[in-house]
Structures are given as structure tokens and as C-alpha cells.
């Protein structure tokens, strides 16, 4: 049913209009992007459950046996730069197994992570995701995000399109509207954040913190209001370029710190570290709804603790 969804959406405009101008884009080009991402993450998805159960051959990027990445993965970003490349020639991909940059210079370019979560799919957890960014000059226009396990305990896709909303599996979302933070609600912190907040006792109070090992999911369970927020120190373009299209299309708000030392800002756009390619962009980002999302990063800046409720 998901994927017959995404196929009536895409059967309903035509080829790739973009004729150059980014005042002249055919709006029907961004519903088609939307479709065709929500159709190839479903697809890519359901090859990647086929395969979960088998003995897959896995290499590792980091020391230490980390950051793992199975032939799996690998066919999956395959699959979906071979799905871009032949609907969508004159767009450019950057895939996080390598594939880059496809067509050099493009103004649309598709961000694809494959299989976010590997350890978990390895390990037989359900809780992964294939993640599909769209950015035009940079600046996100659609995403998509296919998880097997959603939040109703079913397959879940979530989409987006600039200037059309979010929705999962066909249903709009929107971010948890509570400007203030709350100790019933559940939000996702990085593992090394949640160890110093507990060594300095200063978990009572704020939410409960989960991290699913996804960062796409994690930005999509933001997006659908699962999430009160979420927070992310080293993501990389792949981990969260559908997500922020996901949160900003449900009426949230995504803020952006490049540096350490610089001061917290709007993602609107995804731009190229100076010297290097926009697979090199990186920063720690903040996402929630806009009040708090200000909130939290004003605390951050000024030094103080932001994850906890302020003193009434």
C-alpha cells in the first residue's frame, strides 16, 4: 500500500521541468522529487529487510571495529543512485558509501543515506532507516524517510516537499508545539551529553532521553512530535539533509552551530565547508519547534545548562 502511494503521486505530473533559473522551477518538480524519494526509499527499504536475516559481509570505517557498512548497504545506495541518475540526469547524488558527486555542479542534488542505523541492522534491532535528502542551490526541498518500524508499530514513511508540509505515510505531522521542556515527553541527546548529565545529576526534569542509534529516524520522530526535540553534536550531511526538510516542512525550526566558537543560526541552506565539497559540511544542530529550539541554543551559547527547565 506505501509504495502504491508514492506511485500515484509520482504518475500524476511529468518529466523533470527545471529549465536552469531558480525563479523559473515548475512546482511540479518538487512534488515529482518528493514522490519518486518516498517510492525509492520504500523500495530500498523493503530489499533491505529481505536481506536483514542474512550473513552479510561487513567492513568497518572507524578504529576499533566501528562505524560498520555491509555489502547492504552498499547495494542499497546502488540501487537508489542508479533510480536518481536514470529519472533525474541532470541532478547530482551524494551517497555516504561514496558516491559523489554524480553530475558535478548540479543545482539539485539528492543526499542519500542508504541503511542510517547499520549496527542496528546487523544486530537484528528493527530500528534503521534509508534516508533521501533533496537540496536546490543547497537549500532543502524534499525528503524522505522510510523506517520498518514506526511509531504505530508498522512500516512508517516519512515525506516532505518545500512549501507543501509534512506527512507520514499520507498523514500530515507537525513538531510537539510545548515551548517549555517536559519531564513526560522523550527526546534525543548525544550519548556523550547523556553521560555528563548523569554524572552531574541534573537529569530530573527534563525529558527522557533516547538514542536510537538513527539520526534520520531520530530527526523524523522530531519532525512527527514523537520527539519533544533532538540534538546532534557531529552529524554529517547524509545523516540529517532529509530530516531537516522532515522538521522545517513540520512547522519547526532547525539551528545550526558550524563551529564551537560561532554563535547558533537558521539552517536554511547547506553550504561547502571553505576548499571543500558540500560532502565535508558538518555542524551540530538543534531541532525542535521554534520557541524552544531558540531557547535551548541561547542557553548553549551563554554556557549554561540548556536540557533542563529553567527555575520557576
Keep these: 500500500m506505501m509504495k502504491a502511494m508514492a506511485q500515484e503521486t509520482a504518475a500524476d505530473v511529468g518529466p523533470d521541468k527545471w529549465d536552469g533559473g531558480p525563479e523559473q522551477v515548475d512546482s511540479s518538480l518538487f512534488r515529482e522529487i518528493e514522490a519518486c524519494a518516498g517510492k525509492w526509499a520504500i523500495e530500498a527499504g523493503e530489499r533491505l529487510s529481505a536481506r536483514a536475516r542474512e550473513l552479510l559481509h561487513v567492513e568497518y570505517k572507524g578504529g576499533s571495529h566501528s562505524n560498520p557498512v555491509s555489502e547492504a548497504d552498499r547495494e542499497a545506495e546502488e540501487f537508489l543512485f542508479h533510480a536518481v541518475t536514470h529519472h533525474f540526469p541532470d541532478h547530482s547524488v551524494i551517497g555516504e558509501e561514496g558516491r559523489d558527486p554524480g ?4 543545482p539539485i542534488v539528492w543526499v542519500i543515506d542508504p541503511l542510517d542505523g547499520t549496527s542496528n541492522y546487523l544486530n537484528g534491532l528493527a530500528i534503521w532507516s534509508v534516508s533521501i ?24 514513511l516519512f515525506s516532505a516537499r518545500k512549501g507543501g508540509g509534512a506527512r507520514l505515510n499520507g498523514h500530515p505531522i507537525g513538531v510537539d508545539p510545548a515551548t517549555e521542556l517536559r519531564p513526560s515527553r522523550l527526546a534525543c541527546l548525544p550519548e556523550v551529553y547523556q553521560r555528563e548529565l548523569e554524572r552531574r545529576r541534573e537529569a530530573r526534569g527534563r525529558p527522557e532521553v533516547r538514542t536510537l542509534g538513527s539520526i534520520a529516524l531520530e530527526l523524523a520522530l522530531t519532525a512527527c ?16 539533509a532529509a530530516g531537516v526538510s522532515l522538521v522545517l516542512e513540520g512547522q519547526g525550526c532547525v539551528l545550526q552551530r558550524p563551529e564551537r566558537e560561532q554563535p547558533w543560526q537558521r539552517l536554511q541552506t547547506f553550504e ?7 560532502r565535508k559540511w558538518h555542524g551540530a544542530i538543534i531541532a525542535a519547534n521554534e520557541p524552544l529550539a531558540l531557547d535551548l541554543t541561547e542557553r548553549v551559547q551563554a554556557g549554561r545548562e540548556p536540557f533542563v527547565p529553567r527555575p520557576s
Excluded at 535528502?133 to 512508517?156: H, K, M, T
Excluded at 512530535?225 to 540529517?240: C, N, T
Design 103 to 106: 553530475r558535478a555542479g548540479a
Design 225 to 240: 512530535g514523537a520527539l519533544q526535540f533532538s540534538a546532534f553534536w557531529i552529524p554529517r550531511i547524509w545523516d540529517v
Design 272 to 278: 561547502a565547508p571553505p576548499g571543500l565539497a558540500l
Design 133 to 156: 535528502g533533496v537540496l536546490w542551490y543547497g537549500v532543502p526541498v524534499a525528503g524522505a524517510i522510510y523506517a520498518p518500524l514506526g511509531v504505530s508499530g508498522e512500516p512508517a
